[in-house]
């Protein structure tokens, strides 16, 4: 399949047309009004810096189901301990820009480029984008953040300078979500940490029949 390249206009090809590898269009910005169509199609940005804007639909899709989740024991030991404040939409900002600094294994720098950060505030400013973040002795030591659209919710990335305090943010983040009726988390690439809370694959049509759903 060809890589489709984006002019002005506020469209997207459609997602089953992309590379094997996900890769569906490159171009195009990070508008309020394109990331949000980009996310209702089942697409989404990921680029690294000095890179043009790449768009992606991958499959199979990995998503979590809220009434899936699974909670190990020592997990839910670190909970029941409340070894960490959790809170929501407190502090997205410094949330994005730590998920953007914090140095993980295999990867050398980041794909939450400045351009990424600014587009991301916005849509948090708008309502649209949302953080976790988990607390200790007043620190920030780990959280997340992702995009709410009907009864959707895209995971975008998270972060933990201690042990376990991005796992609580995930767990408050699907119960809360559970009670709102949520249909699923899009977790978007398949980790084994996302696996081992509970989080499957499915493929795209699969994938694009649920958004479809949520969305209404």
């Known amino acids: 399949m060809p890589v489709f390249r984006l002019t002005e206009d506020l469209l997207f090809p459609p997602p089953a047309l992309a590379e094997e590898d996900g890769l569906l269009a490159v171009?195009?910005?990070?508008?309020?009004?394109?990331?949000?169509?980009?996310?209702?199609?089942?697409?989404?940005p990921w680029y690294s810096e000095g890179s043009p804007i790449l768009w992606w639909s991958p499959d199979p899709r990995l998503v979590l189901i809220p009434e899936e989740l699974k909670v190990s024991r020592s997990l839910g030991q670190v909970i029941k301990k409340e070894v960490f404040i959790v809170t929501m939409d407190t502090?997205?900002?410094?949330?994005?820009r730590s998920c953007a600094?914090?140095?993980?294994?295999?990867?050398?720098?980041?794909?939450?480029?400045?351009?990424?950060?600014g587009a991301y505030i916005a849509l948090h400013c708008a309502g649209y984008a949302h953080s976790v973040e988990s607390w200790q002795n007043g620190e920030l030591v780990g959280g997340l953040y992702g995009i709410a659209l009907g009864k959707a919710f895209f995971g975008e990335?998270?972060?933990?300078?201690?042990?376990?305090?991005?796992?609580v943010a995930f767990v408050t983040l699907v119960k809360y979500l559970k009670k709102l009726n949520v249909s699923f988390i899009?977790?978007?690439?398949?980790?084994?940490?996302?696996?081992?809370?509970?989080?499957?694959?499915?493929?795209?049509i699969e994938f694009l029949k649920m958004l479809k759903k949520a969305l209404k």
Do not use: P
Not at 157 to 167: E, G, P, Q, V, Y
């Open 27 to 44: 171009g195009g910005d990070l508008s309020k009004d394109r990331i949000l169509l980009a996310y209702s199609m089942g697409i989404f």
């Open 91 to 96: 502090a997205f900002d410094r949330v994005i």
């Open 101 to 117: 600094e914090i140095n993980r294994k295999g990867q050398q720098g980041t794909w939450i480029t400045e351009e990424m950060v």
């Open 157 to 167: 990335s998270m972060f933990a300078i201690k042990s376990n305090a991005s796992k």
């Open 186 to 204: 899009d977790c978007q690439v398949t980790t084994e940490h996302l696996k081992s809370l509970g989080a499957k694959e499915v493929g795209r």
